[in-house]
């Protein structure tokens, strides 16, 4: 069964700094991984999506790399800001099915 | 483009209660829809695989006869909690994926509904 883990649970930095956002899943036999964002109390938005035949995607000032056949998948953001703050979540769809599979989420806090 | 609307945002019932939540792709057509449950500080959990014209796959642990799925067009599926009880408090996403390329692969979520069973 696959599991996905995200580390760290939660983080706090200044603003300003670059951060790396670490997700890990157990069975590489994934379609592709999908990296969102989720604000207290609200839905979530897609951040980037990476096609498994995919080594990396970036928008802006985010960076996402997948290394399928390590099972990790990390999160650059570049000169975070106070607007960074929330929950980022990593999820994988699985080759075999139509189904995504979430981590618990990495809570971000920027503090200005 | 690609936005899932859900209604309600919010609702508050009585336990013993039945609640319909809509999900509906407003700009491209899904053939499958997802539907998830996320409690307070934690990840979201899939509940159910919609897919339009047929019965939805739910998730081990999910009673069927309690949240009943129906996908009756390519671009609605709805969720009903029946005789809702406090324990099914809860936020309720749904996603979906596009029936056409470039997106066919990706989901989009919606804004989530947010169930209160007094």
């Known amino acids: 069964k696959q599991e996905v883990t995200q580390i760290p649970a939660a983080l706090s930095v200044p603003e300003g700094e670059n951060l790396v956002l670490n997700c890990s899943f157990t069975?590489?036999?994934?379609?592709?991984l999908q990296w969102f964002r989720q604000d207290p109390g609200k839905g979530l938005t897609s951040l980037l999506l990476?096609?498994?035949?995919?080594r990396e995607q970036t928008s802006g000032r985010l960076n996402a790399s997948l290394d399928k056949s390590s099972g990790r998948s990390t999160l650059y953001i570049a000169a975070s800001q106070p607007g960074d703050s929330a929950t980022y979540l990593c999820a994988v769809r699985e080759a075999y099915g139509q189904n995504f599979v979430f981590g618990p989420g990495t809570r971000l806090s920027v503090l200005p | 483009g690609a936005v899932v609307s859900q209604h309600p945002s919010r609702v508050i019932c009585k336990s013993g209660t039945s609640v319909k939540i809509e999900c509906r792709s407003l700009d491209f057509q899904a053939t499958t829809m997802f539907w998830y449950r996320q409690f307070p500080k934690q990840s979201l959990m899939l509940m159910a695989t919609?897919?339009?014209?047929?019965?939805?796959?739910?998730e081990q642990g999910v009673e069927k006869d309690k949240f009943l799925i129906n996908h009756a067009s390519l671009t609605l599926s709805t969720l009903t909690v029946t005789s809702a009880h406090p324990e099914d408090s809860s936020f309720y996403i749904c996603?979906?994926?596009?029936?056409?390329?470039?997106?066919?692969?990706?989901?989009?979520f919606g804004p989530g509904t947010r169930l209160t069973v007094l």
């Open positions: 990476i096609q498994s035949s995919q």
């Open positions: 919609s897919n339009e014209g047929s019965k939805a796959t739910y």
């Open positions: 996603s979906a994926s596009p029936l056409l390329a470039p997106s066919y692969n990706e989901q989009f």
């Open positions: 069975d590489s036999a994934i379609y592709n």
